[in-house]
């Protein structure tokens, strides 16, 4: 890699398991294989932080996934406990507003890439097509991008770290924003793999070339006949 080229996507792993028993068999799985894990409501609801502290007790980065939406001061505060755990990278909705997004990003004390706890504001759900998000906000949505790239300039605004977002609007949120927000690629899935409950997927391959800077991968690897394979092949794919 020259000093020019892009740093590559970094691959984090979805511990969307029941339990610890369950993450730590997943985690011991893979081994060195996965440096960086997503804790999202299932497992935090059931375990709380610790196990996050023990995540960082093991060397790994955590996102922090709970796509936290409330009024400002309390995501302020919600926000500045995710960095005081050591958490890499936390979420708010951004539909939540101009003045919540500014507050987690005060509230993390938010460093981006280097230092300190990186805010990501959620843009559209993977899970959600068009008509989906119009039934949701209550007016017709013609587009998923465009209301990608609305949200992504309030998220820009506030000064988030990055955006949350499918491959399928992550080129244009690179286009439009540069360096400026770090795209974030969730529903990612090696070739051949199912969808799931996913709507706007992607493979490693397609997630890079829109420009992510980190992609989430869950059941891809996760329900692999061989997690450590498949994360190996992902890993490759981000490079």
């Not at 004390?109 to 899970?127: F, R």
Request: proline share 5%; with cysteine.
């Amino acid at each position: 890699m020259t000093p020019t080229d892009p740093a590559p996507a970094r691959g984090i792993v979805a511990l969307d398991v029941p339990d610890r028993a369950a993450a730590v068999a997943l985690v011991d799985r893979l081994g060195d294989a996965c440096d960086f894990y997503k804790v999202g409501l299932e497992l935090f609801t059931a375990e709380g932080p610790d196990v996050v502290r023990w995540l960082r007790g093991l060397g790994k980065d955590v996102f922090l996934d709970l796509k936290f939406h409330d009024i400002p001061n309390t995501v302020r505060g919600a926000c500045r406990s995710a960095a005081r755990l050591g958490v890499r990278l936390a979420t708010v909705h951004a539909y939540g507003g101009p003045a919540m997004l500014a507050a987690a990003v005060e509230g993390a004390g938010d460093q981006g890439d280097a230092h300190g706890c990186g805010i990501l504001a959620v843009s559209v759900l993977t899970s959600h097509s068009a008509a989906d998000l119009g039934a949701a906000v209550g007016r017709p949505v013609s587009d998923v991008r465009e209301e990608v790239l609305r949200l992504a300039g309030l998220a820009r605004t506030a000064g988030t770290h990055g955006l949350v977002c499918s491959g399928h609007e992550a080129a244009a949120v690179r286009a439009a924003h540069g360096d400026a927000l770090a795209p974030l690629v969730p529903g990612v899935r090696l070739a051949g793999d199912a969808a799931h409950d996913q709507a706007r997927v992607v493979t490693p391959e397609g997630a890079v070339a829109a420009g992510a800077r980190y992609v989430v991968l869950g059941r891809t690897v996760t329900a692999a006949p061989d997690p450590v394979a498949a994360m190996h092949a992902a890993r490759a794919a981000l490079r």
